[in-house]
């Protein structure tokens, strides 16, 4: 018998760095070093949808009445090569909740949108550059057109979770998914979300609840994945009573009630 062929796809991490590909053994090995790394600060990766889950982008010329000076929470640009004149606005509370989040995840943009479309809004929400860094990736960096994947980001998937508005573009990792409500702005113009009852707010308790979870695992030596938490779990982290309405990618479609009572029914499931 001939020696044995094995055919190794590389992933492209252009985004991250300009040029970088990556061997599926390679991004295995650096998912493994990166878990350990976030583990050692106490930190978990968050994936986050931009249009309709961060903020709004539409056309100017559909809302030619608004008038943007003096909000910081909108804008008005043209991309290079661009005719048209977009309007973007942010989801209420979207800063705070960048803040917060980062402080438990290391945070990455995953966006449908074109690459350049992704630099200048994630500019405007992060004009620091205090969140992403150069994680930002865009359609170009898909591997499935249409679809986004976890293949092109190098952290284990057991530590990743993926807040975005709509489930079908995640064939694959339903399990890591939760689903936030559409953010639709320019369609209710003048209607606006509660900062402090609002979809991003909600998600947030949500997010801190599971981040805490998980770690009381793993100082409790027992294996963790933000998957088993999300899905078996997710009565535990919903919780009964609260606010918003974030959700699993759960058969049963419920939604979440985060409330205080979240790690003491952990505790109790972990003992019975």
């Known amino acids: 018998m001939g020696e044995e062929i094995r055919v190794t796809k590389s992933i492209s991490f252009d985004y991250l760095v300009e040029g970088l590909e990556m061997s599926c053994d390679e991004v295995e090995r650096v998912r493994d070093i990166q878990l350990r790394n976030l583990q050692s600060r106490r930190k978990l990766c968050l994936v986050l949808d931009l249009d309709h889950t961060l903020l709004h982008t539409d056309d100017f010329r559909q809302n030619p009445n608004i008038d943007v000076l003096g909000h910081d929470d909108m804008f008005e640009w043209k ?10 606005k942010l989801r209420p509370f979207v800063r705070n909740f960048l803040e917060e989040a980062s402080e438990m995840f290391e945070l990455y943009v995953y966006t449908m949108g074109s690459r350049n479309y992704a630099h200048i809004v994630t500019d405007f929400l992060d004009p620091e550059g205090l969140y992403f860094g150069n994680r930002i990736i865009s359609r170009e960096d898909c591997t499935t057109p249409g679809q986004k994947g976890l293949d092109v980001v190098p952290v284990e998937p057991s530590a990743v979770v993926i807040l975005d508005d709509t489930e079908s573009v995640w064939k694959g990792y339903f399990a890591n998914l939760i689903l936030v409500e559409k953010y639709d702005y320019f369609s209710n113009v003048g209607l606006d979300e509660s900062e402090e009852e609002g979809e991003l707010s909600c998600a947030l308790e949500v997010l801190t609840k599971l981040h805490s979870v998980y770690f009381e695992w793993y100082d409790s030596f ?8 999300i899905h078996t779990h997710w009565e535990e982290i919903q919780g009964q009573q609260g606010l918003g309405t974030c959700s699993s990618h759960m058969e049963s479609g419920k939604r979440a009630r985060v409330d205080d009572e979240c790690l003491t029914v952990a505790k109790k499931q972990r003992v019975c």
């Open 79 to 88: 991309g290079m090569g661009m005719e048209k004149v977009y309007i973007t």
């Open 222 to 229: 027992i294996d963790c994945d933000v998957r088993e938490l």
